[in-house]
């Protein structure tokens, strides 16, 4: 069903998905971004990583990010320090230090991913290890 009540309303159903660059096995959802409801300062993605799936080494200089696990089990490397991720925990990334997420569940993981300022698949705002 589509929304029709108001455009600040978001259904996930009505979100096209697309796959993010320096990720494998993953659907991303932009439930929060400028062009849907015109949000300025920050976006929120909802993601789905199948078994295996996950990110590469990466870095947002300029972006904070923060993801809280919905389902399935993950591991989280920042810098070297590395983490076990549930259901209902949260992790943060600082501005441009490089980390990695890796599905470790055998069921997908989703999983809710918040950036300010926006990222918007802008690759000026992703760094790769050289």
Do not use: W
């Amino acid at each position: 069903m589509t929304n029709t009540t108001s455009k600040y309303l978001i259904r996930e159903q009505d979100v096209e998905g697309y796959s993010p660059a320096n990720h494998h096995g993953t659907v991303n959802r932009r439930l929060v971004s400028a062009a849907n409801v015109g949000a300025k300062h920050m976006e929120v993605v909802l993601g789905t990583l199948e078994k295996g799936g996950g990110a590469l080494p990466h870095a947002h200089p300029g972006m904070e990010q923060a993801c809280y696990l919905l389902e399935g089990t993950a591991e989280v490397e920042i810098e070297g320090e590395r983490f076990q991720m549930q259901p209902g925990d949260t992790c943060f990334f600082p501005e441009d230090r490089m980390h990695i997420f890796r599905v470790t569940s055998d069921t997908p993981v989703r999983l809710l991913v918040i950036y300010s300022p926006p990222y918007a698949e802008n690759p000026e705002r992703v760094r790769r290890p050289a």
